[in-house]
Each structure stands twice: as structure tokens, then as C-alpha cells.
């Protein structure tokens, strides 16, 4: 009766916690399990409904081959290491060790994505222990894309490596990409490997803001600087990056001292050049991790299926929501849209006082507060060189109030200046890829 009720649990939730099912047995029989007991029964009960832990991994190359054969394109890699028994080595026998794979829509979507592209790892809860890491994209709509997966023994440098090698040689190749993590020393190092391809074509490697003011807090213990910290990364111009400098310089020189061995280029927004596209943590791929919590408990096989089955869902569903819109007449992704209706409602207040016409810069002043409570601003607006001095134009890669202002000023039209990823039209290829 105990399994029966167990067994129900884990078809509706295999994530489920062990501490929930001995409360649950708890509450039902008045009997109380030990944790062990639990582990063990979930873990079976997993087994009854996914197929045995032993043998999925037996099952996992013809599943490879099925996704093969169906999803052509998709890139697998594995790798496996001999087997040893206590009489020593197994002839003819392997064992496994690592996974990478990609589904070819996934591959083809990224060229229609922002150009950066965002990695973790995350541990497997089953019966056998091991890491899956994870790259997602985010295109103009702000929706996450699952890019590639691997299945590796930890968050180890040459596990990295395994990750980080094949991500750039078979999903983005593409110059310029903008790698977004935490600062795990094993990441950095793959990174850095030459034989890992990331520097030739040139890319960039920046950190989650949210992980170096974890690491800040457990070195310093002061919660309200780890707040400065944090809104020191998010700066958007150097203006304001110098404000919480000197504030938390004041309150602990050593602390700042601490911040500045880190090149500011690798977590401050106003430093980045836009390359974050405004991405300043790992949100986006830790969201996809909570996606994969409930398969992270299943036997290999099932785990990979479920990716599977995940990615022909996503697709079909973007390019509906997006045809839609596109027959609509709307061009631009509602996710630009209401940004840019918020910055054009601002930029009535603004004044241009100055206009180069030879070089297309121009002086523009505010005349209303805004609602970030900083002050009344006047900024320097480049046209050519896509730039303005309150740096959200270089951030978002769409014209801010002050830019609209400019353009306005001279009827340019400032829609032209939007990034192509934010058209609905882009958005539509991808899904469209994948159907296609």
C-alpha cells in the first residue's frame, strides 16, 4: 500500500522531494520511514514507470541513433573510458563517460538569436550521480532557447572543456558571441583553452552579476554593500558605475579593492561594449535548469528523451503565437514594442539644444525628472558610432528617449536604428526552420 501510494507520486511528480514522500507516508500511515528507505523506494518506483538505471544506459546509443535518424543534423558526441573490474582491465568493454548534443533546429535558431549565449551545470539527482551542463539563447522576444546539453561527472576543467569545445564548434560558430557565466574557475580555464576555440573567431567572456555579489557577501558579510555591488554591475554608464564606486569605496576600501581585481569589463554593464544585450546574470539558463528538475531525476535515457520531446514542443508554438502577429502588420516583437513606446513617451520631454550635422551628433536635454531618481540629464548623442552617454542604446541594441528625441528633431526614422532580432519576421524564421 506504502509503494502504491509512492508510485502515484512519482507519476505525477518524479522531482518530488524525499522528505515530501516520508511526510506524505507519514500522513497517511501514521508510519514513519527513513530517509534512506525513501531514497531507495523513489528510486525504484522511478525505475517501474522509466526502465531500469542499469540498462538505460545500455539503451542510450539506440536512442542516439533514433534521434539520429529522425531529427538528421542533430550533433551527438560521446565519449566513454575502459572498463576495470578487481581482476583489472575488461577487453572489449566500455563504459560511459560523457554526452554532448544539439538538435539541428536548436543549432539553426541561434543564428536568428541575440548574439549571446549562457551556460551552467546543474547536478542529477537519480540513482547515479553526474552534472548536466546547459547553453540557451534568448531571441527578440525575450524566449529562452535550449541550444545544447551535455551529460558529464561534474563541473570539472576537462568536463568544461568537453562542453565548451563542441558548443563552439558545432552550435555557434559565429565571431563576436558574448559567453555569459558564473566564475567557476573550471569555465574560465576551458574558456581560456585555445583548443577550445573561443578566442579565434574573437568572442567575449563576461560574469553573472548576481554570482559575484554571492561570492562578495561570503568574503565581506555586509548585505547593504553587496546591494551597492550588485546596482555597481547593472551601471549603464560610466556616470553611475563611478557613483557606486565611491560609495562603497567609503564605506570599505578593502572591499573595493576586492571589486577592482575583477576587469570591470567582465561584470559592469556601462564596460561591456552592449555585448550582454542587457543580460547581466545567468537567469535565463538557471530557468532552464528548473525546466529539466523533473527529468534530472530520471535514468539517462529517459533524461535525453525528454529534451527530445521538449524542443518539438517549443518551436510549433513560437511560430504560431508569431505568424499571427506577423499577419497583424505588427513588425517589431511585443517585448520591443513596449519598450520602445516607453521610451517615446519619454522623449516628449526632451529638448535637443544641439545638432552637428556634419558628424550627426546632437545635445539632448531633459526636462523632466525621471522616474530612476537621478537627476535631470543632458546627453551626447552619436548617430554613427550608435551611441549615447545614458547607455541604454548600447545595452538594449534599440534607440533610447534621447536618441528618439535626436532623431525626431532631424525626421530620421529612429525604427531603422532597432536591432533585425527584435522583427517579428526574425523570430518567425526560426520557428519556421524548425517545422520546415
Known amino acids: 500500500m506504502?509503494?502504491?501510494?509512492?508510485?502515484?507520486?512519482?507519476?505525477?511528480?518524479?522531482?518530488?522531494?524525499?522528505?515530501?514522500?516520508?511526510?506524505?507516508?507519514?500522513?497517511?500511515?501514521?508510519?514513519?520511514?527513513?530517509?534512506?528507505?525513501?531514497?531507495?523506494?523513489?528510486?525504484?518506483e522511478i525505475e517501474q514507470i522509466y526502465g531500469n538505471w542499469e540498462e538505460s544506459y545500455n539503451q542510450l546509443p539506440r536512442w542516439l541513433l533514433v534521434m539520429r535518424t529522425f531529427a538528421p543534423g542533430t550533433i551527438i558526441k560521446m565519449e566513454t573510458i575502459p572498463a576495470y573490474n578487481e581482476h583489472g582491465l575488461i577487453n572489449g568493454m566500455t563504459i560511459f563517460h560523457r554526452l554532448f548534443w544539439a538538435y539541428v533546429p536548436c543549432i539553426s535558431a541561434f543564428k536568428f538569436c541575440k548574439p549571446i549565449v549562457q551556460v551552467d551545470g546543474t547536478w542529477l539527482y537519480g540513482k547515479y550521480k553526474g552534472t548536466l551542463l546547459v547553453a540557451v539563447a534568448q531571441d527578440g522576444n525575450d524566449n529562452i532557447i535550449p541550444i545544447a546539453y551535455a551529460l558529464v561527472e561534474g563541473e570539472t576543467k576537462e568536463a568544461w572543456s568537453f562542453f565548451l569545445r563542441n558548443?563552439?564548434?558545432?552550435?555557434?560558430?559565429?565571431?563576436?558571441?558574448?559567453?555569459?557565466?558564473?566564475?567557476?574557475?573550471?569555465?574560465?580555464?576551458?574558456?581560456?583553452?585555445?583548443?577550445?576555440?573561443?578566442?579565434?573567431?574573437p568572442s567575449k567572456h563576461v560574469f553573472c552579476v548576481r554570482h559575484i555579489a554571492q561570492n562578495f557577501a561570503r568574503e565581506f558579510k555586509d548585505n547593504a554593500l553587496k546591494n551597492k555591488v550588485i546596482s555597481m554591475g547593472y551601471s549603464i554608464n560610466e556616470s553611475t558605475y563611478r557613483y557606486?564606486?565611491?560609495?562603497?569605496?567609503?564605506?570599505?576600501?578593502?572591499?573595493?579593492?576586492?571589486?577592482?581585481?575583477?576587469?570591470?569589463?567582465?561584470?559592469?554593464?556601462?564596460?561591456?561594449?552592449?555585448?550582454?544585450?542587457?543580460?547581466?546574470?545567468?537567469?535565463?539558463?538557471?530557468?532552464?535548469?528548473?525546466?529539466?528538475?523533473?527529468?534530472?531525476?530520471?535514468p539517462?535515457?529517459?533524461?535525453?528523451?525528454?529534451?527530445?520531446?521538449?524542443?518539438?514542443?517549443?518551436?510549433?508554438?513560437?511560430?504560431?503565437?508569431?505568424?499571427s502577429i506577423l499577419v497583424s502588420g505588427q513588425i517589431y516583437t511585443e517585448k520591443c514594442m513596449t519598450f520602445m513606446k516607453s521610451e517615446i513617451r519619454k522623449s516628449n520631454s526632451h529638448r535637443v539644444d544641439n545638432f552637428d550635422r556634419s558628424n550627426h551628433t546632437f545635445m539632448v536635454h531633459e526636462?523632466?525628472?525621471?522616474?530612476?531618481?537621478?537627476?535631470?540629464?543632458?546627453?551626447?548623442?552619436?548617430?554613427?558610432?550608435?551611441?549615447?552617454?545614458?547607455?541604454?542604446?548600447?545595452?538594449?541594441?534599440?534607440?533610447?528617449?534621447?536618441?528618439?528625441?535626436?532623431?525626431?528633431?532631424?525626421?530620421?526614422?529612429?525604427?531603422?536604428?532597432?536591432?533585425?532580432?527584435?522583427k517579428v519576421e526574425t523570430v518567425l524564421k526560426m520557428a519556421i526552420n524548425y517545422i520546415s
Open 244 to 298: 557606486y564606486r565611491r560609495e562603497i569605496g567609503i564605506v570599505n576600501p578593502k572591499a573595493l579593492k576586492w571589486l577592482d581585481n575583477i576587469p570591470r569589463q567582465d561584470w559592469i554593464q556601462a564596460f561591456d561594449g552592449g555585448s550582454r544585450w542587457g543580460q547581466m546574470t545567468t537567469n535565463l539558463v538557471e530557468s532552464m535548469n528548473a525546466v529539466l528538475k523533473e527529468p534530472r531525476n530520471l
Open 167 to 201: 558548443l563552439r564548434s558545432h552550435v555557434t560558430p559565429q565571431a563576436n558571441i558574448c559567453l555569459i557565466s558564473d566564475r567557476h574557475e573550471s569555465i574560465k580555464s576551458a574558456y581560456n583553452n585555445l583548443n577550445n576555440g573561443w578566442q579565434h573567431p
Open 300 to 323: 539517462i535515457t529517459a533524461l535525453v528523451q525528454s529534451t527530445y520531446y521538449k524542443t518539438g514542443t517549443l518551436f510549433p508554438t513560437m511560430a504560431k503565437q508569431h505568424a
Open 367 to 422: 526636462s523632466v525628472v525621471p522616474k530612476e531618481g537621478r537627476p535631470i540629464g543632458y546627453f551626447s548623442i552619436n548617430l554613427p558610432n550608435k551611441w549615447c552617454d545614458c547607455g541604454k542604446y548600447q545595452a538594449k541594441h534599440m534607440p533610447c528617449s534621447h536618441v528618439i528625441a535626436a532623431c525626431s528633431s532631424i525626421k530620421y526614422d529612429y525604427w531603422s536604428l532597432i536591432s533585425d532580432v527584435y
Open 2 to 44: 506504502i509503494c502504491a501510494s509512492i508510485m502515484q507520486v512519482m507519476r505525477m511528480d518524479p522531482s518530488i522531494k524525499v522528505k515530501v514522500i516520508i511526510a506524505q507516508i507519514q500522513a497517511l500511515y501514521n508510519y514513519t520511514i527513513s530517509y534512506r528507505k525513501a531514497w531507495l523506494r523513489k528510486n525504484k
